[in-house]
Each structure stands twice: as C-alpha cells, then as structure tokens.
C-alpha cells in the first residue's frame, strides 16, 4: 500500500503537466495566429478616421512613402507596405507588424513562450540528470538530450528576453523602438487597459476573450507633467 500512493500522486502530477502543457500550446499558437490576423494598419481605419479632423492635423505626421497623413505614433513598415498605429515592431515569428489592434496578443505570446520553453527546460534537465546520475548512462541518447537541453535553455533566454521587454512596453505605454520614451504613461493601470482592453489581465486565458480597446488608435493621451 505504501507504494501505491506516491505511484498515484505520480499519475496525477503527470496528467496535470499534460493538462498544463496543452494549455500553454493553445496561446502560444493561439496568439499568434490573433497577432497574424489582428491588423494594426492606418488603412483598416473607417474611412472617415483615416483623415484627421481639423482641431487634430496638426498633430500627424505626412509619410512620404504612403503619401498621407498619419496618425501621432504611426509610422511605416517597409515589409508591410503601410502605416502601423503605435507601431511597435515587425515580428518574424508572426508575420506582422505588432501594433495599437494586436499588441495585447504579442504580450500573451511571449509570456507563454517564455512559459512554455522553462517547462521544456526543466523536464530536459530532469531527463538528463536521471539518466546521468540514476540510470549512469552514457550514449548517444544522452548527447541528444544535452543538445536539446542546450537549444532548449537558448530558446528561454531569448523568450525571457522578449517577455521582459513587453512589460517594460506594457509599464510606460512605449514601444520597442522607443524604449525610453515616457511621454504616453498614464499610470500602470491605464498603460494596461490600453493594449489589454477592458478586460486587462484576464485576457491571459485564451486569445479568443473579447477585450474592446478605449479607443481606434488616432488619439493619445500625453502623461501629465508634474
């Protein structure tokens, strides 16, 4: 009997690894999928917000490759083809530009990955050591599991890395290539209404959350000087 329970607790911690696992699989690829097909471009605009009002001109900036105004923190992606509002960067990973519709996904999308990829890390690094220290085995398995332990530890570095920076974004209401720029920061709470929606941090269950936007993108509220 005694050898029953530990088999058991076992069996359970396993299906609940699965569980977990399968969870984390579903945003990762969920998300990104959103974030592909989520655009942040000035041309999915109504066509009515896609010219500023006259109180508002001032405040956008003409691109010379699309030939037209654009909306404050709009800029253009050359791979794109078009303006992005509040352009944070082009990823590769999801073949588009993450920007003022989709941000919210890309944030999931590399906390999941990080997630994921130290999972991943932890069950290699157990692998090994049982093979090397319990089993004491020595073959060509065992350099597998230390190769794929190596990619497995490069691949959460650099998702960590992703990660720590979409809070930082996330903190101030910046973007990746304004890294430093505190001019939008309306305090943690409202920086993260605005790229999460209303539904803020809940929105971490699934992509499929409905989670509307305070506003289409055009207007930004500048941080109040004290």
């Given at each position: 009997?005694?050898?029953?329970?530990?088999?058991l607790?076992?069996?359970?911690?396993?299906?609940?690894?699965?569980?977990?696992?399968?969870?984390?699989?579903?945003?990762?690829?969920g998300?990104?999928?959103?974030c592909?097909?989520?655009?942040s471009?000035?041309?999915?605009?109504?066509?009515?917000?896609?010219?500023?009002?006259a109180?508002?001109k001032?405040?956008?900036?003409?691109?010379?490759?699309?030939?037209?105004?654009?909306?404050?923190?709009?800029?253009?992606?050359?791979?794109?083809?078009?303006c992005?509002?509040k352009?944070d960067?082009?990823?590769?990973?999801?073949?588009?530009?993450?920007?003022?519709?989709n941000?919210?996904y890309?944030?999931?999308?590399?906390?999941?990955?990080?997630?994921?990829?130290g999972?991943?890390?932890?069950s290699?690094?157990?692998?090994?050591?049982?093979?090397?220290?319990?089993?004491?085995?020595?073959?060509?398995?065992?350099f597998?599991?230390?190769?794929?332990?190596?990619?497995?530890?490069?691949?959460?570095?650099?998702?960590?890395?992703?990660?720590?920076?979409?809070?930082?974004?996330?903190?101030?209401?910046?973007s990746?290539?304004?890294?430093?720029?505190?001019?939008?920061?309306?305090?943690v709470?409202?920086n993260?209404?605005?790229?999460?929606?209303?539904r803020?941090?809940?929105?971490?269950?699934?992509?499929?959350?409905?989670s509307?936007?305070?506003?289409?993108?055009t207007k930004?509220?500048?941080?109040?000087s004290?």
């Amino acid at each position: 009997m005694l050898h029953v329970a530990p088999q058991l607790l076992s069996e359970v911690l396993c299906k609940l690894y699965w569980i977990l696992a399968i969870f984390i699989m579903y945003n990762i690829l969920g998300n990104m999928l959103a974030c592909h097909r989520a655009t942040s471009s000035v041309a999915s605009l109504p066509e009515e917000r896609q010219v500023p009002a006259a109180e508002e001109k001032h405040l956008w900036q003409h691109c010379d490759l699309c030939q037209k105004l654009a909306p404050p923190r709009s800029w253009h992606c050359k791979l794109c083809e078009c303006c992005i509002l509040k352009r944070d960067h082009h990823c590769i990973f999801t073949a588009a530009c993450i920007g003022h519709n989709n941000h919210r996904y890309f944030f999931w999308f590399t906390f999941y990955a990080a997630l994921g990829t130290g999972m991943c890390l932890v069950s290699t690094f157990v692998l090994l050591v049982r093979n090397l220290l319990v089993l004491q085995l020595i073959n060509f398995s065992t350099f597998l599991d230390t190769l794929l332990f190596s990619i497995t530890l490069f691949s959460w570095v650099a998702a960590v890395i992703m990660f720590a920076f979409q809070i930082h974004v996330v903190y101030l209401n910046t973007s990746y290539y304004q890294i430093l720029d505190r001019s939008y920061d309306l305090g943690v709470r409202s920086n993260c209404r605005i790229i999460m929606g209303e539904r803020g941090l809940w929105t971490f269950l699934s992509p499929s959350i409905k989670s509307p936007l305070p506003h289409d993108g055009t207007k930004w509220q500048l941080k109040r000087s004290t």
